[in-house]
């Protein structure tokens, strides 16, 4: 069994609801002005956001976790977890967030089938769902996917 970093957890807050992401599938929390909207992209699905001079898909939690966040308030930065399906990797997808926890201790675990939430703990006294970074991932890409083809339609 591994420790340190590698048995962490960032905890997070998403339309009243409790999630966390290993540390390793977190590549930096950011804060961001505004979304652009894509042309061929639903506004309803996301859009994509400067990061470090790269563009990076930011996908709605209704989306990607069937709640939704909250709007920041006027003139503040939206927070976004910038997050990776692999170890050491680039950001691969953006998540708003209403508010970060912190570090707990806590393995990752992997999600079986479509849902990228692997289990759900209690962690400081309110059931969590972790989340699979890759399965995360995926399920954006598939919604970007479905998203395109409908802009098409």
Do not use: C
Request: glycine share 14%; proline share 7%.
């Amino acid at each position: 069994m591994s420790s340190g970093a590698d048995e962490r957890l960032l905890t997070f807050e998403v339309g009243g609801a409790a999630w966390a992401l290993p540390i390793a599938g977190v590549v930096e929390v950011a804060e961001v002005e505004r979304v652009t909207s894509i042309p061929t992209l639903p506004a309803d699905l996301g859009g994509v956001v400067n990061f470090h001079g790269d563009a990076l898909p930011v996908l709605r939690a209704s989306t990607l976790l069937g709640v939704a966040e909250r709007a920041p308030a006027e003139g503040v930065p939206a927070q976004v977890l910038a997050i990776t399906d692999r170890p050491s990797g680039a950001a691969r997808l953006g998540l708003p967030i209403d508010r970060v926890g912190g570090l707990v201790r806590g393995a990752a675990a992997v999600a079986r089938g479509r849902d990228p939430v692997a289990e759900r703990r209690s962690i400081d006294g309110r059931v969590t769902g972790i989340l699979d970074p890759r399965r995360l991932v995926e399920q954006a890409r598939e919604a970007i996917g479905r998203g395109h083809q409908r802009g098409e339609a």
